[in-house]
């Protein structure tokens, strides 16, 4: 199994998203494909963490598996509370997802307070941690996409940031890594474009 989309791939994944799914699971995929954030780290998110002014998301949190359950705890490190940057698009899906949820929050006696769920149960409740790869798999299966697990989307940020240009120091930052080693080790592999450009760029730059 690969560990990550190319772009085209990543394009296509989240078009047949849009298509099959709920808005809800779309503004998920968006969002991780989009921010390099932990599948636990979205599932913990709640509307008060993000700015939409701003465009950014703060991460606290996180979710965690314990003896009494799935639960909410702090991030386990200063790296991984950190401030992440949103593009302007994503930031709108993501208010027209809050207005959307609003609305199915009321039609089921519910508010939306600062602390409600982003991304919210059938009973809103937080969800198990396997419910995205089911989403995914669900998607995948239908429209015979390639299979990555939903880290893979971390990889797919980090690959494709790294080939726009994204300095490793805002990489490391953007997806809470403690040690920069592990950003350049794990995260910024050489795709396949990159590798047959190296002689000719090398060359290039010789010029004899």
């Not at 429209?143 to 990489?171: M, P, W």
């Amino acid at each position: 199994m690969h560990l990550n989309y190319t772009k085209e791939k990543l394009q296509k994944f989240l078009q047949c998203v849009y298509e099959s799914s709920d808005f809800k699971v779309y503004t998920f995929f968006r969002l991780v494909a989009f921010s390099g954030m932990r599948k636990g780290e979205l599932l913990a998110l709640t509307w008060s963490d993000i700015h939409f002014k701003e465009m950014t998301v703060s991460i606290t949190k996180t979710q965690s598996r314990g003896k009494d359950g799935i639960n909410v705890q702090t991030a386990k490190t200063s790296e991984s509370m950190r401030t992440v940057w949103l593009d302007r698009k994503t930031i709108s899906i993501l208010e027209d997802w809050k207005k959307e949820q609003k609305s199915w929050l009321l039609q089921r006696g519910y508010t939306q307070p600062p602390t409600q769920l982003v991304f919210q149960s059938t009973f809103n409740n937080m969800y198990q941690p396997v419910k995205p790869r089911l989403w995914m798999l669900r998607v995948t299966d239908e429209y015979n996409l390639k299979r990555i697990t939903i880290h893979g989307f971390r990889h797919t940020y980090a690959t494709i940031a790294y080939e726009a240009g994204l300095d490793v120091k805002q990489l490391q930052h953007q997806l809470g890594h403690r040690n920069i080693q592990t950003t350049l080790d794990i995260y910024t592999a050489i795709t396949n474009s990159q590798k047959s450009d190296i002689a000719d760029r090398y060359s290039s730059f010789l010029n004899f």
